[in-house]
């Protein structure tokens, strides 16, 4: 199976704009997770998504938003973006809430100008 | 936050000698994994251990779990040039909502000269 990917790989934004990632999971999986990794933070989970609903939320403002469709595909977004949210994005899937391993993707690395 | 801290941030070693990397936790688990990240790049899922469980071995990697200490350490036999990469622990909570949450560790650059 194809593992999971995420687009873009790399972006550039100024502060105030804001920037939708997006995530296919591995075929069949059903969960997706994304997470943030940053050097002062270190990686640090955003939310969880099971059959297009939003289970499970880290402790991120508001700005940080994410959905997903009815194949699985997950997408997040990052409104008015500051230059703290340059970080690399990871998305991560596994089969069902009874999975315990979670399969990463090769993360969008985000910059904020 | 961070669940887990690592021990040590770094670690220099020569190819073909052991590398062991220490992990400590806070909360009661449901299991502990370890990830790998080779420069910035996405985590390779090396191996999963139960909270019930105290060794588990996978080719050249050998984890220990002690959940009374709330530890767990990652050995790498026979190290190569190809395992310089940082080093991931991650505690798996179940969430009232269903689906897990992973806390990661704050990680170990090993690096394996050759």
């Known amino acids: 199976k194809a593992g999971v990917t995420q687009t873009p790989r790399y972006l550039i934004k100024t502060r105030g704009q804001q920037v939708t990632l997006s995530c296919s999971p591995i075929s069949g999986h059903r969960s997706v997770s994304w997470y943030q990794q940053t050097p002062g933070q270190g990686l640090q989970f955003l939310f969880e998504y099971f059959s297009e609903t939003q289970r499970n939320k880290g402790n991120f403002p508001g700005r940080f938003s994410g959905r997903q469709f009815s194949n699985s595909r997950s997408e997040m977004n990052v409104s008015t973006l500051e230059l703290g949210d340059s970080a690399l994005y990871l998305c991560?899937?596994?089969?069902?809430?009874?999975?315990?391993?979670?399969?990463f993707g090769p993360g969008t690395r985000l910059t904020v100008l | 936050s961070q669940q887990g801290e690592e021990d040590p941030q770094a670690l220099s070693i020569q190819e073909g000698e052991n590398a062991t990397m220490n992990c400590s936790y806070k909360t009661s688990i449901n299991n502990l994994q370890w990830y790998r990240q080779n420069s910035g790049r996405g985590l390779v899922h090396l191996i999963l251990?139960?909270?019930?469980?105290r060794e588990k071995h996978s080719g050249r990697l050998r984890v220990t779990l002690d959940t009374s200490k709330k530890s767990s350490s990652l050995l790498i036999t026979a190290s190569r040039a190809a395992d310089t990469a940082s080093y991931f622990c991650a505690t798996d909570e179940r969430l009232t909502g269903g689906g897990n949450k992973l806390t990661f560790g704050t990680g170990t650059q090993l690096k394996v000269e050759l």
């Open positions: 251990i139960r909270s019930n469980e």
């Open positions: 991560a899937s596994c089969e069902d809430s009874l999975s315990d391993t979670q399969y």
